[in-house]
């Protein structure tokens, strides 16, 4: 049995990416941390230690995939984290792709940086969309990360979305 396993987060500069890299890493997982900027992987990995590295990846582009893939070789566990991915027709990669396993979070509200735009009214709007859910608060990055090392450690679920959400779909 292995005692490590190989983790790429692709988008895991920043925000639910950065989070979900950090649980691996610390337990001795070899994390590797993907984004569009090589520099910024390169730091970012440094930041979150163990035996975490970056690779210059960009989920958007074929020929970054490409290259990427086959810097890195084979890998057990991907989490994909980019701001700009669209949903995937879930069910059938579910079962095209076993017994490699598949699932999916869906996050609600989470205080991360892809909520900048927000600028100086930011803390208000998060204050205002926490007091509207059943746990009283916005999501943390940290919150969604332990939805995914959970998915990732547990070998008998596939094929699920898992809603961390605050409860929002209640009110
Ligand atoms: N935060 C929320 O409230 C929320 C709620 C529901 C869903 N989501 C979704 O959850 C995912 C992660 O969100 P997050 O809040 O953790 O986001 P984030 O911190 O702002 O960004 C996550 C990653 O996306 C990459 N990225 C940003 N713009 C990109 C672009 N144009 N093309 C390719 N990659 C890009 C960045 O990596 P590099 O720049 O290093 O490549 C970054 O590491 C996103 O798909 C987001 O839309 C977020």
Do not use: C, W
């Not at 987060?9 to 989070?19: C, E, L, P, Q, Y």
């Not at 930041?47 to 995939?65: F, H, L, N």
């Amino acid at each position: 049995m292995k005692t490590s396993q190989s983790v790429l987060v692709v988008s895991g500069t920043s925000g639910m990416g950065r989070a979900t890299a950090e649980p691996p890493a610390a337990r001795g997982d070899n994390v590797i941390v993907g984004g569009r900027d090589a520099g910024r992987v390169a730091g970012v990995a440094s930041q979150i230690g163990g035996k975490a590295r970056g690779v210059a990846i960009d989920p958007t582009d074929e020929a970054s995939i490409q290259a990427a893939a086959e810097a890195i070789g084979d890998i057990d566990q991907l989490v994909l984290s980019a701001a700009a991915l669209t949903y995937a027709p879930f069910k059938e990669l579910t079962v095209e792709l076993a017994p490699v396993r598949v699932n999916a979070v869906s996050p609600g509200v989470v205080d991360t940086e892809v909520l900048s735009h927000l600028g100086e009214d930011r803390q208000t709007t998060l204050d205002s969309a926490g007091a509207a859910l059943p746990v009283g608060r916005v999501g943390r990055p940290a919150d969604v990360a332990s939805t995914v090392v959970h998915l990732i450690d547990n070998g008998f679920t596939t094929g699920t979305i898992h809603h961390v959400d605050g409860g929002a779909r209640l009110v």
